[in-house]
């Protein structure tokens, strides 16, 4: 029990440094890895491990020597923030160290992490540098044979492989770096295009169809305020009634837009403010209200089901009572919804001449800028995995037929 206790105090206790750690900023965190390095760079037993190319006769350490070390160490602080200066610096001090053939030392292989991180860290100018550093090298060659060094070419021509593979190893980090960027940034863009589609679906189905009831309960109204001023009291009461649904539907719309990363109990609540299949009866009434003769059936247990499948049903029907409503006003309008173990069948069928239906948008397949009724609608309802059909029937009028997966959630 004591070490159960201990053991949560103790992660933390070590987690703290890491913490801290992370929270540095690149200069910093390169300063101590220069530092460290620049310290390892004087300690014996450390002296057999670093670059060394030309093999000079050696000669005493010096303050020059030191102060070469130094110079081939400390950049390293600014290997990120200015690659190019630090490789500048680090490859000229190497080059001064092995010309005048001091001791090999640890702080040589600042280097290799100077020609790592200019291939990983630079942006500009990339072949360029390279070319200079190459240059560079073949002259100290140069100099290192003419001050009698007894490498020869196949040596000189190794260690200038060994250092091209880091600046390699660094160009392939950068690559896999800048591809992930762009991979995110794509993914990015995808997301923000979705979402506005999916703003723009939800604007139309909610404004449309409210916006269409209201201008036919309005149209209504004023056709009976004289002869029928009770009707006509009806009808405004109707048409208030609808701004009020469509002014809930917005603010659900609004909410869910503005959603990120809120609670599991703010999500629930919008889930519950979400149209779903119980709702239906209020659109049926909504049409009804608005003059549209409308028979509702519905067969099977109702379930409930997950909020996108809710709501995809929900806006297969009142599209389709929207469409209904304006292009075949006063035909009857039957909706049947089907709950069966698997699927939710929706079936909506308008009666009337077919030919009244020739001028709606919805019918018609989508151009580069509209069509978002039905169009919409066969987009939202594959993203549950369902299908949709439209279109005129042969015996007249119009049907919008959809088969939607269910899934029932636990109430």
């Avoid at 440094?17 to 390095?37: Q, T």
């Avoid at 009808?235 to 002014?247: C, P």
């Avoid at 049903?313 to 599209?319: G, H, L, P």
């Avoid at 292009?327 to 929706?346: M, N, S």
Wanted: glycine share 10%.
């Amino acid at each position: 029990m004591v070490m159960s206790r201990q053991a949560p105090w103790n992660r933390a206790l070590l987690r703290a440094p890491l913490d801290w750690w992370e929270e540095r900023d690149a200069f910093f965190k390169d300063g101590v890895l220069a530092l460290v390095l620049a310290l390892l760079a004087f300690v014996p037993t450390l002296s057999n491990i670093g670059g060394q190319i030309g093999d000079l006769p050696e000669r005493p350490a010096s303050v020059l020597s030191v102060g070469l070390v130094l110079a081939q160490t400390l950049p390293l602080a600014a290997r990120r923030r200015w690659p190019a200066g630090c490789l500048a610096v680090v490859a000229g001090a190497f080059a001064v160290y092995q010309a005048l053939g001091f001791a090999t030392t640890f702080g040589s292989l600042g280097l290799y992490l100077a020609l790592y991180s200019a291939g990983a860290h630079q942006v500009r100018v990339r072949r360029g540098l390279a070319s200079v550093v190459s240059a560079g090298y073949a002259v100290l060659a140069l100099v290192l044979d003419r001050l009698g060094s007894p490498q020869g070419i196949a040596d000189y021509l190794a260690f200038y492989l060994t250092l091209a593979a880091f600046w390699l190893v660094g160009s392939t980090v950068r690559i896999r770096r800048v591809e992930e960027a762009q991979r995110r940034r794509l993914a990015a863009e995808v997301a923000t295009a979705a979402e506005r589609a999916r703003i723009a679906r939800e604007l139309h189905d909610v404004v449309t169809h409210h916006v269409t009831a209201m201008v036919v309960q309005a149209d209504a109204a004023q056709f009976v305020l004289t002869s029928a001023p009770e009707k006509a009291g009806e009808g405004l009461a109707a048409v208030s009634d609808t701004g009020r649904r469509a002014l809930t539907e917005l603010r659900y719309l609004l909410g869910v837009s503005e959603a990120t990363g809120e609670s599991a109990s703010a999500d629930l609540a919008r889930a519950e403010r979400a149209p779903t299949l119980g709702r239906l009866g209020d659109l049926v009434e909504q049409a009804r209200r608005s003059g549209q003769p409308v028979e509702f059936n519905e067969q099977g247990e109702r379930r409930a089901q997950s909020v996108d499948v809710g709501l995809a049903a929900y806006r297969v029907v009142q599209e389709a009572l929207t469409n209904a409503m304006k292009y075949a006003a006063g035909q009857l309008t039957r909706v049947v919804v089907r709950h069966g173990e698997d699927r939710i069948e929706i079936e909506v069928t308008t009666d009337g001449p077919t030919a009244s239906w020739a001028s709606a948008p919805a019918v018609r397949e989508p151009g580069p800028g509209g069509g978002r009724g039905l169009a919409g609608l066969r987009a939202r309802v594959r993203m549950v995995d369902g299908e949709l059909e439209a279109g005129p029937r042969p015996e007249g009028g119009f049907g919008v037929r959809a088969s939607i997966p269910s899934k029932p959630v636990q109430e």
